[in-house]
């Protein structure tokens, strides 16, 4: 009976121990495409052998945990992102007479699981603070199929995407005030490789496909966050 009881209390001990030095958070940001991720379309777009993924400005959610390995100023930080962007709409222009009948056009889901280290700087008693967060991982890289149903002879042309894994990194940089709350920018990279699928008609396969250049995804996001334990 006393062995239970001892080691109860050394369990309840070590989980405080570990809330102590553990931070959980939850971020949301708008998402800036950069470089060959956005574009205006025209004729560089990566589905018709340009390199421009034609993204427009999406959303980012994100879940972090952070545990003290060195004082209360350096974390481990362990983070899983989504990010979500559509394709613009000037895209539809190169499907020329087919753009009426468009039933879902292609979108940019990502989700990366990164690693790395965050170090905060307490300022004016650790009322706020500044912080520099890197990290790297693998990302998740999803592409949702574009679909034209045509009405007058009722048939479904799918362009699909094959999902792939890259990897990924992040910095980010910002203030956070009394442990609760942080305002940070992050550049994002998500991976860089040719995109792959096949045509559909009617739901049978005609042909795969592999772009002739990569996609490189490229974000800038400005991230508000809440800390928990």
């Not at 990566?46 to 974390?75: P, R």
């Not at 699981?113 to 998740?140: D, H, K, Q, R, S």
């Not at 574009?146 to 910002?174: A, R, Y």
Request: proline share 3%; hydrophobic share 40%; net charge neutral.
């Amino acid at each position: 009976m006393k062995k239970r009881i001892l080691f109860i209390c050394f369990f309840i001990s070590a989980c405080c121990t570990l809330t102590a030095q553990s931070t959980f958070s939850f971020k949301l940001s708008p998402t800036l495409p950069i470089a060959n991720f956005s574009g205006n379309g025209g004729n560089d777009v990566i589905f018709f052998g340009g390199e421009d993924a034609c993204a427009t400005v999406g959303f980012n959610a994100g879940l972090g945990y952070n545990y003290a390995i060195a004082g209360d100023n350096l974390k481990l930080a362990v983070g899983v992102d989504f990010f979500y962007n559509s394709i613009k709409k000037s895209v539809d222009e190169k499907f020329v007479f087919l753009q009426d009948y468009m039933s879902s056009r292609f979108s940019y889901i990502n989700v990366p699981l990164m690693v790395g280290l965050n170090y905060t700087y307490p300022i004016n008693f650790g009322t706020w603070g500044i912080y520099a967060e890197a990290m790297v991982g693998g990302n998740l890289r999803f592409i949702t199929p574009c679909i034209v149903e045509e009405d007058i002879f009722h048939t479904t042309t799918e362009i699909n995407c094959e999902p792939s894994l890259l990897p990924s990194g992040k910095f980010e940089v910002g203030t956070v005030f009394n442990e609760l709350v942080s305002i940070g920018l992050a550049y994002n990279y998500l991976g860089s490789k040719a995109v792959s699928g096949d045509n559909l008609f009617d739901g049978v396969r005609l042909s795969s496909y592999t772009t002739k250049k990569r996609m490189n995804t490229h974000l800038l996001s400005l991230r508000v966050g809440i800390y928990f334990m």
